[in-house]
């Protein structure tokens, strides 16, 4: 069904709406894990561990500003920073599940401190999410409380009024080796 439009100016109007929504699209920058850490920065396997920020040299935060102040779209794990029910105001995006509370933190320029544009609706702790929003990098501290109490995380950059949408799995998962203590926290790939 085509509708007709009573001026050329409101067709002119749709149109320019309707290209504008295309190019948004086109400038987000779909971005993995490893474009926030400097590219002299051991990876996850060269340790044969999940990166450690007390095994870097500089502890992780060395950040990586390529991407400062583009809109970017990460997938990772949500981790809540600030919650009421179900309902999540502020996340940690982490690169694997367990992150930060049941085994080691990764360094800072491996977490995203994620404010949701609107409170978003998560069904449980390392929810897998992809982020849309503008890249900020910069040192923040979080207060986690979580089960062995109260932990503060280091995030390397910022993602505010972000858009998130949950996702079935993260391209760039790091999965643990087997004989890890925490192997059972390998998510399932489809």
């Not at 794990?77 to 309902?87: F, I």
């Not at 978003?120 to 923040?140: D, H, Q, S």
């Not at 932990?151 to 972000?162: C, E, L, N």
Request: hydrophobic share 45%; proline share 8%.
């Amino acid at each position: 069904m085509i509708k007709r439009f009573k001026s050329c100016a409101t067709l002119t109007a749709a149109l320019l709406l309707a290209a504008t929504g295309a190019d948004a699209a086109a400038d987000v920058a779909h971005i993995l894990w490893k474009d926030l850490r400097p590219a002299t920065q051991a990876i996850a396997e060269d340790a044969n561990l999940p990166m450690i920020a007390a095994k870097l040299p500089d502890r992780g935060e060395t950040l990586s500003f390529n991407l400062q102040h583009k809109t970017i779209q990460l997938a990772g794990y949500a981790l809540p920073v600030d919650r009421d029910g179900d309902l999540v105001y502020q996340f940690l995006l982490v690169p694997w599940a367990g992150a930060c509370s049941h085994m080691p933190t990764p360094p800072p320029n491996q977490i995203v401190l994620v404010t949701p544009a609107r409170p978003y609706t998560m069904k449980e702790a390392y929810e897998p999410v992809a982020v849309t929003g503008v890249l900020k990098p910069g040192l923040e501290k979080s207060q986690l409380f979580i089960l062995d109490g109260v932990s503060i995380v280091q995030s390397g950059y910022t993602v505010r009024k972000a858009e998130v949408a949950s996702v079935d799995t993260v391209p760039d998962t790091v999965t643990l080796p087997v004989n890890s203590p925490w192997s059972f926290l390998n998510k399932k790939k489809n």
